[in-house]
């Protein structure tokens, strides 16, 4: 036994070096706790619902420690996903931010579609915040630990946390303890402003029974995009932002047995555009004849301001009964949410405008009629878990519980264009939009969840175990639609003649089960082998109507019809391993994955009609590999690796049929194509440095690199051709190319490219500065190279528009500090 012991350790650490060196510049995903003599700590972690060591845990799993976020160089989540295996975001700017995990992603979420749910579960504490774009960036301090677990976890946490499920865990009140903590940053960017943020904590004990924990925070994001105006004038910094706010959480411990934990946060974030690169703009690029303007490096071309704004408010109560044997657990939800979004979308105005009008004398003025987009969405969710829960040490741990979740969701749009009505002869106001509106829309959601879940893992052995889970759910969703303007055409009531406009009432409802099975045996002490087969669901939904009077002839054949959307189902099926050695300072885990997905919700741009469909693909899949390595040789030196392989693709086809009759592929949707926006290679890498000098203090440096593969942001993107725009396309020799628009004159080019692949990034991040018992002050560089990396493509009007990426915060220089009181 002890051969094979020795042989299967072996082949493991060689298993971790061929994925190092193979995939070169890698971060551990956070296995270490806060930094200890000698050997590694131990990393409580809560996956299952109860308290337990992440080497115990039966599945792969991530836990970083505040203090390991910070030096890495984190400042939001889009940073944080780089340093973990398996986990990626695409980032659409502050608070526009969309995870995948695995792999397993079904493309970019746009702004206008409020009825797509998520794939990733995201939790603060026991709460549920996750929405499928607009989950809540959250400022990362004053928290314990955050949590990526792997793999489908809709057994315990259900719907939406298909592909994995993200855990902010904050740090709670402590009776008869006071501790303070502020700290405070100020940076510089290259080729941008400053930044800098301001935050404190403090815990105040309040009797023997009773404790709060207050949390405030200010932070400023620095602007580093520059806006091309009318007339050649620039705008600096036009992406800068303020994400402010505040948590109290209230701990009453009446008893040994009772503890009541109630708590509000409230989240206030503004920016003042987004950070988006134009590369070609209908109304500024050096084409035309009339004009012709060249956009730079970070620039990007507007007419009017643009911005965000999202209050993001969460009461919460948890409740604890210890039975002695079993605890009772309660946790009752309140989310409020009102996000308004403002975008210049004249350009978008602009290209229908030209269609609409041809080459009159006055179309240079009339496509440049400002046409600002307003987004508005109103959110507000009750939820309630309550479980039961074993209190461990027996030889079957079991949970048992009931979920219900209510969210009511008000989202609309609308186009204010000041003289569009009599611009291109449509009264607008002779229908449901206000007058000089194109576009406008009203829509509300009403869902309803209901589930029961369990869990039990048999202790059969000192090393063998077994779990098995089972979640049960019903749901049902109901939308009210209205459609209006010149762009939009109109809904009309159902069952009316002559047709009336106004309101389409639409619903879906569906049910079914999350099952998990898994196996663990530990050879050793120190290692851990898993195995384990878990479906997870991401539910269902309702298409908006196109926008049919935009439409060509292909795109209305193509995606007209398409009402409701399908569960979304993944079986994955992974075997793990989790070890430890030279008494702890070494601990490396790795896992390989397999996930069947069926019915997958792939978003597609209905090109023209600027509009998105969600379509269900029959089948597709990811497979993979991911391990993570931390070392810690001696109490000096940290090492850190962590790495992702992975082929997610397309198995099937979704085709239709257009205005000819000839069968075509709808929106890249073709079987072999990659799943969109999680590349297939993903590492980091990290080397920390202490030091001990004079009196009690340490100098210490980390550094930071992390590599990021090539991915696209759509379907659609892969197709053949989608990176051109030409004059007389689509054609039949270019069916995937965007139409040129002509304005500005005549244009010295019919053809216009780009690449729509994203292509792969590596950044580098140091920090480095002294600390002491109770303080800390450091330096640090981020995104040491200055790489501007495409982060996910952006375009309006199936590229005839505007085409743009969102690009990454160029190099910072910063400083850091820290007390403790």
Not at 241 to 249: E, F, P, T, V, W
Request: aromatic share 10%; charged share 20%.
């Amino acid at each position: 036994m002890g051969i094979i012991r020795s042989s299967f350790i072996r082949n493991l650490a060689f298993s971790v070096a061929v994925i190092g060196w193979g995939a070169l510049p890698v971060l551990a995903g956070a296995q270490q706790a806060e930094q200890a003599p000698g050997a590694l700590a131990e990393v409580i972690v809560t996956a299952q619902k109860r308290t337990a060591n992440l080497q115990d845990v039966p599945f792969s799993v991530s836990a970083s420690s505040e203090a390991q976020i910070r030096d890495t160089g984190s400042e939001n989540i889009v940073d944080l996903a780089r340093n973990i295996a398996g986990f990626a975001v695409a980032d659409l700017g502050p608070g526009q931010s969309q995870m995948a995990i695995r792999g397993i992603s079904s493309g970019q979420v746009i702004r206008d579609q409020p009825g797509v749910k998520e794939q990733v579960g995201v939790y603060l504490d026991e709460s549920p915040i996750s929405v499928a774009l607009f989950t809540p960036d959250l400022e990362l301090f004053d928290i314990d630990r955050f949590e990526v677990l792997r793999g489908p976890q809709g057994t315990l946490f259900g719907a939406g946390s298909e592909a994995g499920t993200v855990r902010y865990i904050t740090r709670q009140p402590q009776i008869g303890k006071f501790e303070a903590i502020t700290d405070g940053s100020f940076e510089q960017v290259a080729h941008g402003g400053q930044g800098g943020s301001v935050r404190g904590a403090v815990n105040i004990p309040m009797s023997d029974i009773a404790a709060a924990r207050i949390v405030v925070y200010w932070h400023h994001l620095p602007g580093f995009i520059d806006a091309i105006q009318p007339g050649g004038g620039l705008r600096k910094d036009v992406n800068d932002g303020d994400r402010a706010g505040m948590r109290l959480a209230l701990l009453v411990k009446p008893t040994d047995e009772l503890s009541i934990t109630p708590r509000v946060l409230y989240q206030n974030l503004t920016t003042n555009g987004y950070p988006r690169v134009d590369l070609y703009n209908i109304l500024a690029n050096p084409y035309t004849a009339v004009s012709p303007v060249s956009i730079g490096r970070l620039e990007q071309y507007t007419q009017l301001r643009e911005g965000l704004s999202d209050q993001f408010l969460l009461t919460d109560l948890k409740v604890d009964y210890s039975l002695g044997r079993a605890t009772l657990t309660s946790v009752t939800s309140y989310t409020h949410r009102e996000v308004r979004v403002l975008r210049d979308a004249t350009q978008l105005t602009g290209s229908v405008t030209v269609d609409i009008l041809g080459a009159v004398p006055n179309i240079e003025a009339a496509a440049r009629v400002n046409s600002p987009l307003y987004d508005r969405t109103g959110l507000n969710v009750i939820s309630e878990e309550i479980r039961l829960a074993s209190n461990g040490n027996e030889q079957v741990d079991w949970l048992v519980g009931a979920f219900f979740q209510h969210v009511n969701r008000h989202y609309g749009q609308d186009l204010p264009t000041a003289g569009y009505d009599a611009l291109i002869g449509v009264p607008g106001s002779a229908t449901n939009a206000p007058v000089d509106t194109p576009f406008f829309s009203d829509l509300s959601y009403r869902l309803k969840q209901y589930a029961g879940f369990g869990e039990a893992t048999w202790h059969v052995t000192g090393q063998l175990a077994l779990t098995g889970g089972l979640r049960y759910y019903k749901f049902s969703e109901d939308k009210d639609v209205l459609f209006a303007g010149a762009f939009a055409g109109e809904t009309f009531v159902p069952n009316t003649n002559p047709p009336v406009p106004g309101v389409i009432p639409a619903s879906t409802n569906s049910s079914g089960t999350s099952p998990r099975a898994i196996v663990s045996y530990k050879l050793t002490d120190d290692v851990q082998l898993n195995a384990q087969a878990a479906r997870g669901f991401r539910l269902g939904g309702i298409n908006d109507p196109i926008n049919l009077p935009l439409c060509s002839p292909t795109d209305r054949a193509v995606f007209g019809n398409k009402s409701n959307w399908q569960d979304e189902k993944t079986w994955n099926y992974e075997i793990g391993a989790k070890t430890q050695w030279l008494e702890r300072r070494v601990t490396f885990n790795v896992a390989a994955f397999y996930a069947d997905i069926k019915d997958l919700q792939a978003t597609t741009t209905a090109g023209t009609c600027s509009s998105r469909v969600v379509f269900n693909v029959p089948t597709a899949r990811s497979a993979g590999v991911e391990a993570e390595l931390f070392a810690r040789p001696d109490v000096n030196w940290d090492f850190g690796l962590s790495a992702t392989f992975l082929d997610a693709k397309l198995t099937s086809s979704v085709t239709s049929t257009d205005q000819n009759g000839n069968v075509v592929v709808v929106g890249g949707l073709a079987n072999g194509n990659r799943l969109p926006t999680a590349p297939k290679a993903q590492a980091a890498a990290s080397v920390g440095y202490t030091l001990p000098v004079m009196d009690n203090r340490e100098f210490f440096a980390n550094l930071t690199v992390q590599y990021v593969g090539s991915s696209f942001s759509q379907f659609e993107n892969e197709e053949p051709g989608f990176g051109a725009i030409c004059a007389g396309c689509p054609s039949a020799a270019a069916p995937n190319a965007a139409r040129l628009i002509v304005l500005g004159g005549p244009l010295s080019t019919s053809l216009i490219t780009f690449n729509p692949e994203l292509p792969s990034y590596t950044l580098a991040n140091l920090r480095f500065g002294l600390k002491g018992a109770r303080w800390q002050a450091a330096g640090y560089v981020n995104n040491i190279t200055d790489k501007n990396a495409a982060l996910a493509l952006d375009y309006e009007r199936g590229r005839s528009a505007r085409v743009g990426f969102l690009t990454n915060q160029p190099r910072t220089y910063g400083v850091y500090g820290r007390y403790e009181f």
